[in-house]
T-cell receptor
């Protein structure tokens, strides 16, 4: 099963772009990369997902390297409300299960 | 409501007691998931329902844990003979179908076993 590696914590200044890295070197060709975030004391919230092309929505952009071994979630203009734990997850193709790691705690500083 | 609803939001019980946690998914969502989350950890998969049936219960830690979804909507997670190690936040999520990773989570039920 594909696993992900993320830094345990990161800081970012308010108004700047937050770039969250994720390594998934054992990902299979048909497995998707999903990103979720979890604000303190709330349930996780879906952000974005991708297979090989870069993706963008109203919340974030997802950049996946050509070899698919890593990806970066970009929050273009971070606000204090973006402080949360961000999870990079591989969706297992065999049973569509999400396997969660410990995530990256992102702190946005004023 | 529009989102996934979980009750109770907090439950304190004594070791050895029986506990039920309820999840009301988004209307029309056929897939329902239960996860458990300990402090500082990501969610840990417990069980997945497609309709009324448990499609995957491989994450249930032992036979003290059981979940049902009799009418394909509301689900109940049941824990017998609770132990202190069962203390965690129990998260429920639903999705429109079972072949997507886009899940909608509730706020969770925090269980504390004394």
């Amino acid at each position: 099963d594909a696993k992900t590696t993320q830094p345990p914590s990161m800081d970012c200044a308010e108004g700047r772009a937050a770039n969250l890295p994720c390594n998934h070197s054992t990902i299979s060709g048909n497995e998707y990369v999903y990103w979720y975030r979890q604000i303190h004391s709330q349930g996780p919230q879906y952000i974005i997902h991708g297979l090989k092309n870069n993706e963008t929505n109203e919340m974030a952009s997802l950049i996946i390297t050509e070899d698919r071994k890593s990806s970066t979630l970009i929050l273009p203009h971070a606000t204090l409300r973006d402080t949360a734990v961000y999870y990079c997850i591989i969706l297992q193709h065999s049973n569509y299960q999400l396997i969660w790691g410990a995530g990256t705690k992102l702190i946005i500083k004023p | 409501g529009a989102g996934v609803s979980q009750t109770p939001s907090n439950k304190v019980t004594e070791k050895g007691k029986y506990v039920e946690l309820r999840c009301d998914p988004i209307s029309g969502h056929t897939a329902l998931y239960w996860y458990r989350q300990s402090l500082g950890q990501g969610p840990e998969f417990l069980i997945y329902f497609q309709g009324t049936g448990a499609a995957d219960d491989s994450g249930l830690p032992n036979d003290r844990f059981f979940a049902v979804r009799p009418e394909g909507s509301v689900s109940t997670l049941k824990i017998q003979r609770t132990e202190r190690g069962d203390s965690a936040v129990y998260l429920c999520a639903s999705s429109l179908t079972g072949d997507t990773g886009e899940l909608f989570f509730g706020e969770g039920s925090r269980l504390t076993v004394l």
